[in-house]
């Protein structure tokens, strides 16, 4: 599930490279309903506890400091890698920034430690798109979860780390330093049996 907000521009093939390291898109899940509980239309969280920090240097300059209000944040586990991404974006933003963070190994309602970490950093209307193209360069130090309200297998995801090499500009030359981030968003886990099939997206 490709979050709403994404720009067109967003869905080009070299950014979807960027979410997952590995040099083409990512199998999508196509059967699978959007997550809903506990989430709200203007807000990260319902719970009105959703957040993103971040600290970002090099091509963009930036201390990101987004409460629950005004930002909107989606998740979903993946199959390939196995773990879950999430992504987060703000309203009024400048620059409009989407940042993607790819988390490997993570499961519904573990905590974590350790975890490695992809991030995308794509500027939103414009072709700035900045991936570690990796897992390598970032890490999540702790991450926990607890179930949301209202039924079905979403869960809220806080998390903390930080990264020791940048994200490299997907097109051109560029690149940015997220040193330092931490989150919390909703994860919806796809139950096993549901159906994914490999997507490719073309402009």
């Known amino acids: 599930m490709i ?33 809903t509980a ?8 319902a719970s009105g506890d959703g957040y993103l920090r971040a600290t970002v240097a090099g091509d963009i300059e930036m201390h990101l400091d987004w409460p629950n209000s005004g930002t909107h944040c989606n998740g979903e586990s993946r199959d390939s890698p196995p773990g879950v ?6 309203d009024g933003s400048q620059p ?17 430690r350790e975890v490695a970490t992809n991030l995308t950093v794509i500027e939103q209307g414009t072709d700035k798109i900045f991936g570690t193209l990796g897992d390598s360069r970032c890490t999540v130090d702790s991450l926990t979860q607890k179930r949301l309200p209202g039924g079905g297998n979403v869960y809220r995801l806080e998390a903390r780390g930080f990264c ?12 940015v330093l997220v040193s330092t981030f931490e989150f919390a968003g909703p994860v919806s886990y796809f139950a096993p049996d549901t159906d994914h099939t490999s997507a490719n997206l073309h402009r």
């Not at 991404?85 to 703000?90: A, C, N």
Request: charged share 15%; proline share 9%; net charge positive.
């Open 3 to 35: 979050p709403a907000f994404v720009s067109r521009a967003a869905l080009a093939p070299l950014a979807l490279a960027a979410l997952c390291g590995c040099g083409h898109p990512e199998s999508a899940p196509t059967k699978a309903q959007p997550a």
């Open 38 to 45: 506990g989430l709200a239309k203007d807000s990260c969280l």
């Open 85 to 90: 991404r999430l992504s987060f974006q703000r």
């Open 96 to 112: 409009n920034l989407l940042l993607v963070f790819g988390l490997s190994g993570v499961r519904a309602g573990e905590p974590a």
């Open 164 to 175: 020791t090499q940048p994200a490299h500009a997907v097109r051109g030359k560029g690149d």
